[in-house]
């Protein structure tokens, strides 16, 4: 069912849609950032409401699993690969501790976005649509935003992070030292990405270095704002889904329990650790390892008294390379399981299927 991605699959209430409007002083709700009137409803609007099997309050969340925590600070390398891959292939998800990366800079780095998703709305769209080509922007719900679509309660500040500086002249200058920042936050976490993406490639038989170069020249920075919600059992953060690129690190708060995992039919709770990174797998490191690899299906539910924020960095490739099962891993009568495409298509593939994307990955 694809009611996460298009129309909704009850009457949509426009009367009350009208109502709720002009309560507001706007035309467009939906398309207005949730920051801007999550305060003036003690419900929640009915384009944001979930159909009742995707509501988290109609499904039990296991109690009884919790993903694995890796020590990236073991000196025995063949332990820390061990862990990464079995997390890797069991659950596609795992938290890191001991990575490098300074409590300061974790710190600076999620003040700095929450101050920038508590600006006045005029100051948060100006600062993030500075480039026509929109490479850095903000935008409510989902990247592409249809108001026939179910909502979710969240707004989003993306944009590219190359190792090459390039496109930095477009992220926001508030708040004060924001553009410093996040780029040193985004080099730390580059480093840490390769790290762990050499220790894959290495536990899949492949070249460490066979996911540099173009295949992780195109990082994007997602900051995600989820304000409190009336009603978090009717409502989502973000829906069920997998991640579009190789690999995705993620900074959540760590007093909100928000990140759900779906593994063997349940949903697992990513309870945060301080200062650890929340690590996941994405769909193309699933098609590189041949399906080896677990690009696992996750969601964000809401709650009612306090507002999360989170910084997620995707490792992603430039839109011509090629993302196909690595050859070393299908040359020995191994089949391939999924066809080659480009990064550019896989994604045109991706933003119209959501969740239903897979089929038409396979050969």
Not at 62 to 84: M, Q, Y
Not at 309 to 336: C, D, H, M, Q, W
Request: with cysteine; proline share 8%; charged share 25%.
């Amino acid at each position: 069912m694809k009611s996460n991605f298009c129309t909704p699959s009850w009457p949509y209430n426009t009367i009350y849609r009208k109502h709720i409007e002009g309560n507001i002083g706007v035309k467009n709700m939906d398309h207005m950032l949730v920051s801007s009137w999550f305060h003036l409803h003690s419900s929640v609007p009915l384009s944001y409401v979930q159909p009742p099997e995707s509501r988290p309050g109609m499904v039990v969340v296991t109690s009884g699993k919790t993903i694995p925590v890796v020590d990236l600070g073991l000196h025995d390398r063949a332990e820390t690969l061990s862990h990464i891959l079995r997390a890797s292939e069991d659950y596609g998800f795992f938290q890191v501790i001991n990575h490098g990366v300074s409590k300061e800079l974790i710190d600076d780095t999620l003040n700095i976005f929450k101050e920038f998703h508590a600006m006045p709305p005029e100051e948060k769209m100006k600062e993030s649509s500075r480039d026509p080509n929109e490479s850095c922007r903000l935008y409510t719900s989902r990247e592409i935003n249809n108001k026939d679509c179910i909502q979710f309660w969240r707004d989003t500040l993306r944009h590219f992070c190359p190792p090459s500086g390039e496109s930095m002249e477009f992220w926001p200058q508030k708040p004060a030292k924001y553009r410093e920042v996040v780029k040193k936050y985004t080099q730390e976490l580059r480093r840490l990405g390769m790290k762990i993406l050499e220790v894959l490639c290495e536990g899949l038989g492949l070249q460490k270095e066979y996911c540099s170069g173009g295949l992780s020249e195109s990082p994007l920075l997602l900051a995600h704002h989820y304000p409190p919600c009336p009603e978090p059992d009717l409502t989502l953060g973000t829906p069920k889904h997998r991640d579009p690129n190789l690999l995705t690190i993620l900074l959540q708060q760590k007093d909100i329990n928000a990140l759900q995992v779906f593994k063997d039919g349940e949903w697992i709770a990513v309870e945060p650790i301080p200062y650890a990174f929340v690590v996941n797998i994405g769909l193309l490191l699933q098609i590189i390892s041949n399906g080896r690899l677990i690009g696992a299906e996750h969601r964000v539910v809401t709650n009612s008294g306090t507002a999360r924020t989170t910084v997620a960095y995707f490792i992603r490739p430039r839109n011509e390379e090629i993302i196909e099962p690595a050859k070393p891993l299908t040359s020995s009568g191994v089949s391939p399981i999924y066809r080659s495409i480009t990064f550019e298509e896989f994604l045109k593939i991706f933003m119209g299927n959501g969740p239903d994307i897979e089929p038409q990955l396979l050969l």
